[in-house]
């Protein structure tokens, strides 16, 4: 668990999406958030769907992983996610993120993850928390 990385994410606004746009809009603004994570995460890292609009990314063997380079990933997503090229309208993400090292058992390793991505909620979304 030392080495593992946890980032709990959800879309921003999801729920006016679907009612804005409908359910069939909103599943595609999910796979096109999947293709996103798959494109950026290694083959290594566990890309995981809680529900909803809500994943869970487990980022194995992460002991040297910079943050800056977190950062960078989570950018990355929010510009394609934003894109409207493809017809979809805009969307976004907010993210908690905690480091494996930072908890003793991985039930707190998910209630850390979870309260950072509430702390990036009340920030206005859109953004990231590190735990």
Known sequence: MSTTCMMMLDV????????????????????KLVRILQGVF???????????????????HAAGMQRRLIE???????DELGNPDDGLPAASISVGIVN?????DKEH??????????????QGKHTYTFA
Not at 12 to 26: Q, S, V
Not at 43 to 60: A, K, N
Not at 100 to 104: A, I
């Open 100 to 104: 494996g090292k930072s908890v003793n």
């Open 12 to 31: 921003d606004n999801f729920k006016r999406i679907n009612d804005t746009y409908g359910h069939e809009t909103g599943d595609k603004i999910l796979i």
């Open 109 to 122: 390793l998910y209630e850390k993850a979870d309260a950072a991505l509430y702390e990036s909620k009340k």
């Open 72 to 78: 960078s990933k989570i950018t990355q997503i929010n």
């Open 42 to 60: 290694r083959d290594d890292d566990c890309i995981c769907r809680m529900g909803g609009d809500e994943f869970v990314i487990f980022m194995v």
